[in-house]
């Protein structure tokens, strides 16, 4: 398949792009394209291609167009802010332009899991109403407004559209400094300090590489279709049941303190989902949310 992936620079869509192991014939559009020449000049990608993001038009054909385009890390999304619907929907409204031209082509939009606003103090299921406080809407409710707008957008077309909501990811190249959770346990056990935790109790659900390139791969057979599909892994994990486990295999330190959490989309008690339709389409995960985290955390904390 020839495939068009926007926001090429993001480090889950270049994760993707070295899953696919040169089986399909991108090409990369990013924002920065210098970054993304850098990369590649560091990998070994042979059917491959890159492109300024402003270059993209109606005239090349592609099968698929994966859109990454937004923000993925927490400290990003922060500064951000307001920006971040004007930047959602420019770069959305530009593929459904496309399709406009080109109505066999599939898009997949990466969106996420934050589109159900504060509804998390159970896990999302294909029932849960997405829930905004429209009359006092604050800078954590951003990012997911501006994803769920963009879903909106989708279901009122009649293009092949599939909005993949992603929960957590994580992998080895994740950026060590920003603000997750779990980069935050990393950093720690690196410098061999204790990892401060807020005391507020959650429960998250993990998927990497493997599972998040296995999920497009599904998603890529897909025809005729118009739907919103969550990802998961075999089984999520409690903050409580992870931080045992980190010091279990790498003697990390903890410090547990009462203060409230802060999270820059909102507190999310039970951030994933039990919405399992992806199965049907074909999608089954190889991994547990601990297994991927091990997996990963293994091959970053070698490179470090």
């Given at each position: 398949?020839?495939?068009?992936?926007l926001?090429?620079?993001?480090q889950i869509?270049?994760d993707?792009a070295?899953?696919?192991?040169d089986?399909?014939?991108l090409?990369l559009?990013?924002?920065?394209?210098a970054?993304l020449?850098?990369?590649l000049s560091?990998?070994?990608?042979?059917?491959?291609?890159?492109?300024d993001l402003s270059?993209?038009t109606?005239?090349?054909?592609?099968?698929?167009i994966?859109?990454f385009?937004g923000?993925?890390?927490p400290?990003?999304?922060q500064?951000?802010?307001?920006?971040?619907f004007?930047i959602t929907?420019s770069?959305?409204?530009?593929v459904?332009n496309y399709?406009?031209e080109?109505?066999?082509?599939?898009y997949?939009?990466?969106s996420?899991?934050a589109v159900?606003?504060?509804?998390?103090?159970t896990?999302?299921?294909?029932q849960?109403?997405s829930?905004f406080p429209?009359?006092n809407?604050?800078?954590?409710h951003?990012?997911?407004?501006a994803?769920?707008?963009?879903e909106y957008r989708?279901r009122?077309?009649?293009?092949n559209?599939i909005d993949?909501?992603?929960?957590?990811?994580?992998?080895?190249t994740?950026d060590i400094?920003?603000?997750?959770?779990i980069?935050?346990?990393l950093?720690?056990i690196?410098e061999?300090?204790q990892?401060v935790?807020?005391?507020t109790?959650i429960?998250?659900?993990?998927?990497?590489?493997k599972d998040?390139h296995?999920?497009?791969e599904?998603?890529?057979?897909q025809?005729k279709?118009?739907?919103?599909?969550?990802?998961?892994?075999?089984?999520p994990i409690s903050?409580?049941l992870?931080i045992?486990?980190m010091?279990d295999?790498?003697?990390?330190?903890?410090?547990?303190?009462?203060a409230?959490?802060?999270a820059a989309t909102?507190v999310?008690?039970n951030?994933y989902?039990?919405?399992?339709?992806?199965?049907?389409l074909g999608y089954?995960?190889t991994?547990?949310s601990i297994q991927?985290i091990?997996?990963?955390?293994?091959?970053l904390?070698q490179?470090n």
């Open positions: 398949m020839k495939i068009a992936i926001g090429a620079t993001s869509a270049k993707l070295l899953s696919f192991n089986k399909h014939s090409v559009y990013a924002r920065r394209p970054a020449a850098q990369w560091q990998v070994n990608l042979q059917n491959c291609t890159f492109r270059t993209f109606h005239n090349t054909r592609f099968d698929a994966l859109n385009v923000a993925g890390n400290d990003i999304i500064q951000l802010g307001k920006r971040i004007g929907e770069y959305d409204q530009m459904l399709l406009h080109h109505p066999d082509c599939l997949i939009f990466m996420s899991g159900f606003g504060d509804n998390f103090s896990p999302v299921n294909n849960t109403r829930i429209i009359n809407l604050q800078p954590q951003y990012y997911g407004l994803k769920a707008q963009a989708h009122m077309s009649d293009y559209i993949l909501r992603i929960f957590n990811y994580f992998s080895s994740a400094q920003s603000s997750f959770m980069c935050g346990m950093r720690s690196l061999g300090r990892f935790v807020d005391a109790p429960t998250r659900d993990y998927v990497g590489p998040f296995h999920m497009i599904v998603l890529l057979d025809h279709i118009n739907t919103a599909v969550d990802i998961y892994s075999r089984s903050k409580d992870l045992d486990y010091k295999r790498y003697e990390l330190k903890v410090l547990m303190r009462n409230p959490l802060h909102g999310k008690e951030y989902s039990t919405n399992l339709d992806a199965y049907s089954s995960p991994l547990t991927t091990f997996e990963e955390a293994d091959k904390i490179c």
